[in-house]
């Protein structure tokens, strides 16, 4: 069975900080995906980075980057220098293969105040 | 994921009404998800269709929810006799054939009172 884990519940900073978003999963499966979502206030889904299990290697775009650690189990997702608008609740998540079914985490409600 | 149509955006019923939600997918795209998202909650897989197929239906209530991808329309998802329990946003995503990603739709927010 799949689980994946996203400790934090809520997170609130001040803008300009940096701020961690951490996600831990679980799974037998030796090729996965893994995934992360925003749903701002207004409700959608915004899909945000894909990343498949032989691929380990950091990702940057822009402010956001994401450190995938096989070994930890972890793909934490980091916004440098955050603004009032990165507030939304984020989502991890997992899948077996890219185009199948979804296990998400709870979520984590990042609050950036001015 | 704009591609992923679903209506109504938001959907009221009196108790014991049925609820019809409706998700066309991306155009090209031949799989489709339904998750429902409990408020305060993360989003939990229901059912998988593909083209008048139920796939994987491990996820949805045994009574009053069922879903069908018919060969031509739309992916309906519907609830009979609804409570106010079955009040949440309901997500459709899609994907192409060939292992790729799968992209949501905006979600139809149902509201029982």
């Known amino acids: 069975a799949q689980k994946v884990t996203q400790a934090q519940t809520e997170i609130s900073v001040v803008e300009k900080e940096d701020v961690t978003l951490d996600c831990v999963y679980e799974?037998?499966?030796?090729?996965?995906?893994l995934f992360w979502y925003k749903q701002p206030p207004s409700g959608e889904l915004v899909f945000l980075i894909r990343?498949?299990?032989?691929?380990?290697q950091n990702e940057i775009s822009g402010r956001y980057s994401w450190n995938f650690q096989k070994s930890t189990s972890s793909f934490n997702f980091t916004i440098t220098a955050s603004q009032v608008v990165d507030s939304a609740v984020y989502f991890c998540?997992?899948?077996?293969?890219?185009?199948?079914?979804?296990?998400f985490g709870e979520g984590t409600q990042l609050t950036v105040n001015p | 994921n704009a591609g992923v149509m679903q209506n109504p955006r938001h959907l009221v019923r009196r108790r014991g009404q049925e609820a019809r939600l409706r998700c066309s997918p991306m155009?090209?795209?031949?799989?489709v998800y339904w998750y429902r998202q409990l408020p305060e909650e993360g989003l939990k897989f229901m059912v998988y269709?593909?083209?008048?197929?139920?796939?994987?239906e491990s996820g949805m209530p045994k009574e009053r929810f069922s879903a069908e991808f018919p060969k031509e329309g739309p992916s309906i998802l519907r609830i009979q006799q609804v409570v106010r329990g079955d009040s949440a946003a309901y997500f459709c995503?899609?994907?192409?054939?060939?292992?790729?990603?799968?992209?949501f739709g905006q979600g139809t927010r149902l509201t029982v009172v």
């Open positions: 799974t037998r499966d030796t090729t996965y995906y």
């Open positions: 269709l593909q083209k008048e197929n139920i796939i994987d």
């Open positions: 995503a899609s994907s192409g054939p060939l292992n790729t990603e799968a992209f």
């Open positions: 155009k090209g795209h031949s799989h």
């Open positions: 990343r498949n299990s032989f691929d380990e």
């Open positions: 998540a997992l899948s077996e293969t890219s185009g199948s079914r979804l296990t």
